[in-house]
């Protein structure tokens, strides 16, 4: 992603010496993709990249001051477009999608997306050592994607999530299947197997690969269960729209999903937050007068 925005998007900014680049150049970048009608989470995307650019310059001392800090931002206007909107699945669909995937590999692996929230590169990075079935959690600490493994981008990415006791079931009856399928795989003896140790790897001990995972599983699921065909990046928006519709707290919900500040949490789920909440007008309604006075 970071190699595709360099090579289509800062063409107009190669011939610029670093440290002449201001805070008024960059606004103008920012207003020129805006004029060219780009989507605002791709434009964001990119801002981010030139961001990182600029950091690194600042770090290396090419230059003094980073000019993308103060430029404003792009915000989103006009009548929000219904089809931009997060895709998400009831509990109705989560247990048919469950109940429509036959493979136990699969169907643990859809289980942890949901329960956990944690992105599809990290769980298909994830190794058994990293989950802690005593304190029923799994540590994040990388992530597979393009065929390599990767650290985390950020440090908050690096994290513990909770395991509820079903998936830690799940879990730890899936970790007795895959080893028992282990010791009845032969492979020949020339052939040395790399021992990833991961939770979901491919039948020759492999890393899965998403696209496939995807297509082959994924989507008949879908299909299956009778529900339109969404990303499975939804299966973590679904885990954090149930988090939100009961009630959790927001610094909470941003530890368990990675995010780098409770702002961008609230930027991506604000329209799941409901806008009346008359329990909370009776609690502190109650607080001020007195328990019991009102009634709910």
């Known amino acids: 992603m970071y190699q595709g925005h360099l090579k289509n998007h800062f063409s107009e900014l190669d011939s610029w010496k670093i440290n002449l680049i201001t805070t008024a150049n960059i606004e103008k970048f920012i207003t020129a993709r805006q004029g060219e009608n780009m989507a ?24 003094d001051y980073n000019p ?9 206007t006009g009548k ?13 669909q989560i247990r048919a999608l469950l109940e429509a995937e036959p493979n136990q590999k699969y169907k643990t692996l859809f289980l942890t997306a949901i329960m956990t929230g944690a992105r599809q590169g990290e769980i298909l990075g ?29 440090r908050q990415s690096i994290r513990n999530i909770d ?17 028992n399928q282990k010791e009845d795989t032969i492979f020949p003896s020339e052939i040395v197997k790399p021992k990833l140790d991961l939770v979901f790897q491919s039948e020759t001990g492999t890393p899965i690969a998403c ?17 339109p065909h969404i ?8 885990y954090a729209s149930l988090l939100i519709e009961q009630k959790e707290n927001i610094k909470y919900i941003q530890n368990q999903l990675g995010h780098s500040s409770p702002n961008v949490t609230l930027s991506v ?8 909440n008359q329990e909370a007008a009776c609690r502190l309604e109650d607080n001020i007068f007195g328990k019991h006075i009102c009634i709910k």
């Open 211 to 227: 696209v496939n995972m995807v297509r082959r599983h994924y989507a008949p699921a879908l299909k299956k269960a009778g529900i």
């Open 40 to 63: 605002l989470a791709s434009l964001r995307k990119i801002i981010v990249t030139l961001n990182q650019v600029m950091k690194y310059a600042v770090r290396n001392r090419l230059i």
């Open 269 to 276: 789920y604000a329209h799941l937050m409901k806008g009346e």
């Open 80 to 92: 929000v477009d219904e089809s931009s909107e997060i895709s998400i699945l009831t509990p109705e």
């Open 68 to 76: 993308v800090i103060d430029a404003e931002r792009p915000e989103a």
């Open 231 to 238: 990303k499975f990046h939804a299966l973590r928006h679904t």
């Open 163 to 179: 395991l509820s006791p079903m998936l830690v079931r799940e879990l730890a009856a899936w970790k007795l299947i895959s080893a």
């Open 126 to 154: 994830l190794k058994w050592s990293d989950i802690n079935f005593a304190s029923k959690q799994i540590n994040i600490k990388r992530t597979f994607n393009h065929g390599r493994f990767f650290e985390p981008k950020t």
